[in-house]
């Protein structure tokens, strides 16, 4: 079964595919994100590397619990055949805390012929901010 759009890129699909995923991701379902990975997919996210869709959702389940009121934007930075990246942003409060940050990083995806990411790599710093300074998604 293909997801689409399915390497190789175009300006026009990969902005698609970075429009696909922030939707998914700002649903923060973990079930619903793990669909677009393949069953093996690698991860490294942060300090962080795993391997498959359980671990995925596994490390989503723990992030949201954390990250309160998460709202997400990417935007395409670069692609080839079968490689995208991208940098991003996010706002999250703190569910300890209840301090607010905002997270910026960049993400470089590769993606099997059938359009699923195999390949997630993730660098980010979190700044903490005022919940007056939000400015994604308020």
């Known amino acids: ?57 596994e490390f989503l389940t723990c992030k949201w619990e954390k990250e309160l009121h998460y709202r997400l934007h990417k935007e395409l930075w670069a692609f080839t055949d079968n490689r995208i990246s991208v940098r991003f942003e996010y706002e999250w409060q703190h569910a300890k805390t209840g301090q607010w940050y905002r997270t910026h990083g960049n993400e470089h995806w590769e993606f099997d012929a059938d359009g699923y990411m195999s390949r997630r790599d993730m660098s980010a710093n979190d700044i903490p901010i005022q919940a007056s300074d939000r400015r994604i998604g308020t």
């Open 1 to 57: 079964m293909n997801r689409p759009p399915t390497p190789p890129f175009t300006r026009e699909t990969a902005l698609q595919k970075v429009q696909a995923a922030e939707t998914a991701w700002n649903t923060r379902n973990p079930d619903t994100v793990a669909q677009a990975y393949t069953e093996d997919s690698d991860w490294r996210n942060r300090d962080k590397f795993f391997t498959g869709r359980d671990a995925i959702r």
